[in-house]
């Protein structure tokens, strides 16, 4: 989740979006229609899921189901982890009735090492190598320095970023053997800009966004495609936080979400996969849902004093004078 530094509502693009970011078209591109009534992906030239095994945490709600749903469609064997187990087994038991045998779940906590090992492992004996690893389990806990305390922090940094680098550690040596393999991962539109509210969030999603980019750089040579997937608006449970929250969470700033909404269009989560589909078909490293995310980075690039005074802007009409 993230926000624009503008004060005013920016409008919600129609018309044909060329590439998913600030890229040149080109014949590998694909073409992404945005209109009143959502997204429409024309797919061109594309990288095939199709007989591949991919697995995608935080699958039992939101974008993970989502992107399992799609990757499944789309003919992979599809390995799906979560701490939710009800939702979870509902959704390898839909999977397995389109197509027997094709959907596997693991309850994993990806909070650790050892549990991203177990789902690896999991994965290879259940459908032999991992070709592709969407790596989109997140938490937004946690609100300023005032009110998050160490756990938020830490949680923060186990599910949003350390989770990305244990699961690559456990993959690495067989993607860069055989020349070919995928990372992906979910970071955010506050990777890129800021997320006004929560500072564990903001900072951690920073931290995904660069881990992949340099996964790209040290390993780009070797075979290994990387993508980065940086929504703004999506409505998910982390948009929209349940009465009850899970567990022990504690410390969630809900005024995150009007900030999102202020911002910009709400997606759902089937619009957003279908935009990953099409970005990792043409190996594209970032994804953007929301392409105006695209000119807001610029925007930050260009003139930062100007940005920052902007969000001081957009976080006093939201959430009111300090």
């Not at 060329?18 to 009534?37: L, T």
């Not at 006004?196 to 881990?211: C, D, L, N």
């Not at 807001?296 to 003139?303: G, L």
Request: aromatic letters at 6%; a negative charge.
């Amino acid at each position: 989740m993230s926000s624009s530094p503008s004060d005013r509502h920016e409008p919600f693009w129609s018309g044909i979006q060329h590439g998913i970011g600030p890229f040149p078209p080109d014949a590998h591109r694909s073409e992404v229609v945005r209109h009143s009534g959502g997204i429409r992906v024309v797919q061109s030239e594309s990288m095939d899921v199709n007989g591949k095994t991919v697995v995608v945490t935080g699958a039992a709600n939101g974008i993970g189901r989502a992107l399992a749903r799609r990757f499944h469609a789309d003919g992979a064997s599809v390995v799906i982890a979560d701490r939710a187990e009800t939702p979870l087994l509902e959704l390898e038991r839909e999977l397995n009735t389109r197509r027997a045998g094709s959907a596997h779940a693991v309850l994993a906590d990806i909070s650790t090492e050892l549990g991203n090992k177990t789902l690896i492992d999991s994965a290879r004996q259940t459908f032999g190598r991992v070709h592709l690893f969407f790596a989109n389990a997140g938490v937004a806990f946690g609100m300023d320095l005032e009110h998050s305390d160490e756990s938020d922090w830490n949680a923060s940094f186990d599910i949003n970023i350390h989770a990305h680098r244990w699961a690559a550690r456990h993959l690495i040596d067989d993607w860069v053997a055989h020349g070919d393999g995928y990372f992906c991962s979910t970071a955010s539109a506050a990777g890129l800009l800021a997320q006004i509210g929560s500072a564990p969030y903001s900072v951690t999603k920073h931290a995904a966004v660069a881990f992949a980019e340099w996964l790209s750089i040290t390993y780009g040579d070797r075979g290994l495609k990387v993508s980065c997937l940086c929504p703004q608006g999506v409505n998910t449970n982390m948009l929209n936080p349940p009465d009850t929250p899970r567990d022990n969470v504690k410390n969630i700033d809900v005024r995150g979400g009007d900030v999102v909404r202020a911002a910009g269009a709400v997606l759902e989560p089937e619009e957003v996969a279908d935009v990953v589909a099409a970005a990792i078909r043409d190996e594209r490293f970032l994804i953007l849902p929301h392409p105006e995310v695209a000119m807001y980075e610029q925007n930050r690039t260009a003139d930062r004093e100007k940005w920052l005074a902007g969000m001081r802007k957009l976080q006093r009409r939201i959430f009111g004078a300090a």
